[in-house]
């Protein structure tokens, strides 16, 4: 079955530090993965997608993750926080054959001045 | 282009009543999909229509349906509501193309049942 984890349900760093937020997948066949945003009283937004192409995939609003096959991941990942980046962030596989997602339980992202 | 659009996007039930949301998806998108956010089990999948058939159902009881119409507008209902039910209620829409995944999120329906 497939299935994702995130690391820390609570991560906290200062405006202009580097962002990362874990995410680990599993899933016997090649994976599409997705990170989606929450903004309070929002809706998901999608933020970036790996489907098979290029390892590395950039995001909008400056964040990129980095599919790894060896150690079954795919961290989020963006240079310098800023304000706006405090949200809810959702790591996602998609279910093989299937337009349907499983979502990892979610890390709140806080960013202090 | 128009994004999804949820409505109502609050409401509040009491125990027993049912209730019935409504999803309108992006124009020329034929998939949609039904997630139910809650704190302690996060973002859980309900079931998803393509073409007024429901191609995938998630594991909740019999007293969450839906259907999708020829527009592919969507609605879906839950009966005999209980406590449990409260959540936020979030209808995704999608092309339909198995194996592309991206699909774009409504703001939500907000569920409070008393």
């Known amino acids: 079955a497939q299935s994702v984890t995130q690391l820390g349900s609570h991560v906290s760093v200062s405006e202009g530090a580097l962002v990362l937020l874990r995410c680990n997948y599993s899933s016997s066949v090649p994976p599409y993965l997705f990170w989606y945003v929450q903004y309070p009283n929002q809706g998901l937004q999608l933020l970036l997608k790996?489907?098979?192409?290029?390892?590395l995939v950039k995001g909008i609003n400056g964040f990129e993750a980095e599919f790894k096959k060896s150690e079954t991941s795919f961290h989020l990942t963006k240079p310098s926080a800023h304000m706006s980046d405090a949200a809810e962030y959702f790591c996602a596989v998609e279910i093989q054959g299937a337009q349907k997602l499983v979502f990892g339980q979610g890390t709140r992202l806080t960013i202090n001045p | 282009k128009a994004g999804v659009t949820q409505t109502p996007r609050y409401l509040i039930k009491t125990r027993g009543q049912q209730v019935t949301l409504s999803c309108s998806p992006i124009s020329g998108h034929r998939s949609v999909s039904w997630y139910q956010q809650t704190p302690g089990q996060g973002l859980q999948f309900l079931f998803e229509?393509?073409?007024?058939?429901?191609?995938n159902k998630g594991n909740f009881p019999g007293r969450f349906s839906g259907r999708q119409f020829s527009n592919s507008r969507s609605e879906m209902n839950v009966s005999t509501l209980e406590l449990g039910d409260s959540a936020l209620y979030l209808c995704?829409?999608?092309?339909?193309?198995?194996?592309?995944?991206?699909?774009?999120f409504g703001e939500g329906s907000r569920l409070t049942v008393l």
């Open positions: 229509y393509f073409s007024e058939t429901q191609r």
């Open positions: 995704a829409s999608g092309q339909g193309d198995r194996g592309t995944g991206e699909l774009f």
């Open positions: 790996y489907t098979s192409a290029a390892t």
